[in-house]
């Protein structure tokens, strides 16, 4: 009986623990699905402090967790071209009757509002922008490997 309280416990605790360690909570985040061929798998987190994580699976030069931080313009920069898209505006999801395509799934955050879009083909030319804006990031030089 006790060894079960104790189990318990630990549990109880370390929930409370992955929830009070959260720094904050990202801004954007991007991830890039699998498709059949060498599609790159992956997922990024861009925070209001600067810091971005980027979680490579496979298919990059990246594959595993790195970091690294944009300046604090750079994230005013990347909120105004997010809002000026009108971001808040596109669909939930786009898709077609395709197959063997990566999916797109792309967050943004801003003063409360929060949008999550699933883009699996045929979204508007200003959301594909916003994807290639968020891919140069991730091609972008200035990546530190985490252990």
């Known amino acids: 009986?006790?060894?079960?309280?104790?189990?318990?416990?630990?549990?109880?605790?370390?929930?409370?623990?992955?929830?009070?360690?959260?720094?904050?909570?990202?801004?954007?985040?991007?991830?890039?699905?699998?498709?059949?061929?060498?599609?790159?798998?992956?997922?990024?987190?861009?925070?209001?402090?600067?810091?971005?994580?980027?979680?490579?699976?496979?298919?990059?030069?990246?594959?595993?967790?790195?970091?690294?931080?944009?300046t604090k313009s750079e994230i005013n920069d990347l909120k105004k071209t997010f809002l000026d898209s009108k971001f808040f505006e596109f669909n939930d999801e786009y898709t077609a009757k395709k197959t063997d395509l990566p999916t797109t799934y792309i967050s943004f955050e801003n003063e409360g509002k929060y949008k999550k879009i699933r883009d699996y083909s045929d979204a508007p030319e200003d959301l594909k922008k916003l994807e290639k804006l968020i891919e140069n990031i991730v091609s972008s030089e200035g990546w530190i490997k985490q252990e």
């Open 1 to 70: 009986m006790m060894a079960m309280m104790s189990v318990a416990g630990c549990k109880t605790t370390k929930k409370k623990t992955e929830v009070y360690n959260v720094p904050d909570k990202p801004i954007i985040t991007f991830q890039k699905t699998a498709c059949f061929g060498k599609c790159p798998v992956y997922k990024l987190e861009i925070y209001e402090s600067g810091a971005i994580k980027l979680f490579g699976e496979k298919n990059l030069d990246k594959v595993g967790n790195y970091s690294k931080t944009l």
